[in-house]
């Protein structure tokens, strides 16, 4: 990251900015030592004054004849042309010393370039002149008043307080223009906008519940916690007030009842960030539990229902789920297993799902699986394909005690709905899970080609792409008996901002309502019924 540069540049004294006469002028200079401009308020005209003081009417302008200090050139351009120059030449962010506002008045202080307002408010005085002298008669009584303004003619305003009022004024602009200049400006950047999924979520049917999943993206907060694991559970990773308001904005238009969260640095974390950003939206239950993984972020939930139990497994061992994978190299190339690698002594989750089990309104449990599976391309598929195994073991064995269990598998798989992981949790062989894709609003149309129009075709695949790479890797499976409390055309992808194509999160800062690169998705739940 580049660091901001500063212009050097020696401040002129009181002693050596004196007035020459009693109308105050402005005067702008080039430091001959640093070859950096000085603003020197030696002299500070009033844009109002005229002849109506005893001076000349030329008096009102800058004197050009008056020489600028000894530490400057002889050379003074006018003040406008000066700054001008110098801005074009200058980085924007660069700063200049302000210093003498009135004569006796020792202040100085360093500000970004905000000698704009005064810039333009001299040369259109330059340009106009000095102002006609007002002469205030008193009234007729014979005449007729017409505009009440003319009743009472307006006094000059006395000579002191013309200069305290200029005074204040210029300090004002100044503070208003440090407001404006240090707000962060994006340059460079991708323009942010909602690429993917549906900006407004469809309204909840009368007494059903929504179930969602949002992977947060790094979410950490402001406190060092060492009893946490992993080096990244640290300051330096705090997510900015930005992008906290981004995800809470998200998340209260999804407005889920249930939500499975990847990506969060503690239960602290997401307790402060419920505390901080989701008042009122009535989260009164959170689970987040130390998965194992070295950069500490965690699965976690957000319920308006009870929580009952969590889960985790961190030291579980995967590899025996390879008894499930075909040996011969052929067969486990063409049903779309994983290379497997080296052998390994033992192999765990790279982020253990969390289980939860829920009690909903009705008396009923809601088990919920939060998965984030280890991310990666080839390299990593095999290990992808045992983390999915080992759950589709965990739900088929809940699923054997409880055939009717309201259970769902949610989170962030990343795996598409065609690449083994994903397929597995539908596979009647294994979990035999449904997908709620299933119940998105264009399932119960006609079955047919895509649309002949290449930007049709594309936007209708945008509507459920969840990822910043344009890929589907969330995902909500639920069990039989779930599927049918699932809403039909219920199931939707909260479009968020996202950068266009190129964004690189290491090398650029998230552009303005970025929330996380992955869009929250959900599906509703009807509870009535037997």
């Known amino acids: 990251m580049k660091k901001r540069q500063t212009l050097r540049s020696s401040t002129i004294s009181s002693a050596s900015c004196t007035p020459t006469g009693p109308i105050l002028q402005t005067r702008f200079a080039i430091c001959a030592q640093s070859r950096s401009p000085i603003l020197c308020f030696w002299q500070i005209q009033p844009f109002d004054s005229g002849t109506s003081d005893g001076e000349p009417a030329s008096a009102g302008r800058p004197n050009r004849s008056t020489p600028p200090n000894a530490a ?40 970004p370039m905000m000698a704009g307002p005064i810039v333009a408010s001299i040369r259109n005085r330059r340009r ?55 707000q962060p400006v994006a340059r460079d950047k991708p323009a942010a906008d909602i690429r993917f999924g549906r900006p407004v979520p469809p309204a909840k049917a009368a007494g059903a519940i929504r179930l969602a999943a949002y992977n947060v993206e790094n979410f950490f907060d402001g406190v060092d916690d060492p009893a946490l694991q992993g080096d990244y559970d640290d300051l330096p990773m705090q997510t900015s007030p930005d992008r906290c308001a981004a995800l809470a904005q998200a998340i209260r238009a999804l407005d889920a009842d249930v939500l499975g969260l990847e990506e969060v640095e503690s239960e602290e974390a997401l307790r402060w960030f419920r505390d901080t950003y989701l008042k009122g939206m009535g989260y009164d239950f959170l689970a987040s539990k130390d998965v194992g993984y070295y950069r500490g972020i965690e699965q976690s939930l957000l319920s308006r229902f009870p929580i009952r139990t969590v889960q985790v497994w961190t030291s579980e061992d995967l590899l025996p789920m390879e008894k499930y994978i075909p040996t011969d190299l052929a067969q486990r190339q063409e049903e779309g297993w994983g290379e497997k690698p080296a052998h390994k002594e033992k192999l765990t989750f790279q982020r253990s799902p969390l289980k939860a089990t829920i009690v909903l309104p009705d008396g009923r449990s809601l088990t919920v699986y939060v998965v984030h599976h280890k991310a990666g391309g080839k390299a990593t598929a095999h290990h992808r394909d045992l983390e999915s195994l080992r759950v589709n073991e965990m739900v088929r064995a809940d699923l054997a005690l409880q055939a009717d269990a309201w259970l769902a598998v949610i989170g962030d798989f990343n795996a598409t709905p065609n690449q083994k992981p994903a397929k597995l949790y539908r596979d009647k062989a294994f979990a035999g899970l449904v997908s709620a894709y299933v119940f998105r609003p264009e399932a119960d149309k006609p079955a047919g080609p895509l649309p002949a129009d290449k930007a049709a075709a594309a936007a209708a695949r945008r509507l459920y792409i969840t990822h910043l790479t344009y890929r589907s890797i969330d995902s909500i499976l639920m069990s039989p008996a779930l599927t049918r ?46």
């Open 72 to 111: 400057c050139s002889a050379t003074t351009p006018p003040l406008f042309r000066a700054i001008t120059r110098w801005r074009n030449r200058s980085p924007p962010r660069s700063t200049i010393w302000i210093s003498q506002l009135c004569s006796g008045c020792s202040m100085s202080w360093q500000s």
């Open 128 to 182: 106009r002149g000095p102002a006609p002298t007002r002469r205030f008669a008193a009234p007729d009584p014979d005449r007729r008043l017409v505009h009440s303004r003319q009743q009472t003619p307006m006094p000059p305003t006395p000579k002191p307080l013309r200069y305290c009022l200029l005074v204040v004024a210029v300090v004002c602009g100044h503070i208003a223009a440090v407001a404006v200049a240090e």
């Open 485 to 530: 409390r699932a809403v039909p055309r219920s199931y939707f992808v909260l479009g968020t901002p996202m950068p266009e194509s190129g964004y690189d999160a290491t090398k650029n800062s998230p552009p303005p309502g970025y929330a996380s690169d992955h869009c929250p998705i959900a599906v509703d739940l009807n509870l009535n019924g037997d």
